[in-house]
């Protein structure tokens, strides 16, 4: 199983980006995939889920109405879309599944906003 993110960067306060995490090793389109982050002194958080029939389970209250998480199963593909960035969204985004009851995770895309 390999999970590999990209797509972050600097950002200006209001800014958007979008994550990509690209999947491979595993049946993707049978699997939950999920994006966390984790910033600098802080505990690691989960920040949106999207199951396998398209429906995304959970965001987190911070990000509620900013954030959207999608997946493209033809690209094995999995997305995080991030508008009206704020400071506070500044951390390390990782890209998780769990696959035969072992969890694997990305290497993680720094995001930083900040002007």
């Known amino acids: 199983v390999r999970l590999v993110e990209s797509g972050g960067g600097l950002v200006q306060p209001g800014g958007s980006l979008r994550l990509s995490c690209a999947a491979s090793?595993?049946?993707?389109?049978?699997?939950?995939m999920s994006w966390y982050r984790q910033a600098p002194g802080k505990e690691l958080e989960l920040v949106a889920t999207?199951?396998?029939?398209?429906?995304?389970?959970n965001y987190a209250d911070s990000v509620k109405g900013r954030f959207t998480i999608s997946r493209a199963n033809d690209k094995n593909t999995v997305y995080l879309q991030m508008n009206s960035l704020k400071p506070e969204d500044t951390a390390m985004y990782y890209c998780?599944?769990?696959?035969?009851?072992?969890?694997?995770w990305g290497q993680g895309t720094q995001v930083t906003v900040s002007s």
């Open positions: 999207i199951n396998t029939f398209y429906s995304p389970t």
């Open positions: 998780k599944t769990t696959w035969r009851f072992v969890g694997y």
């Open positions: 090793g595993f049946t993707f389109s049978s699997a939950d």
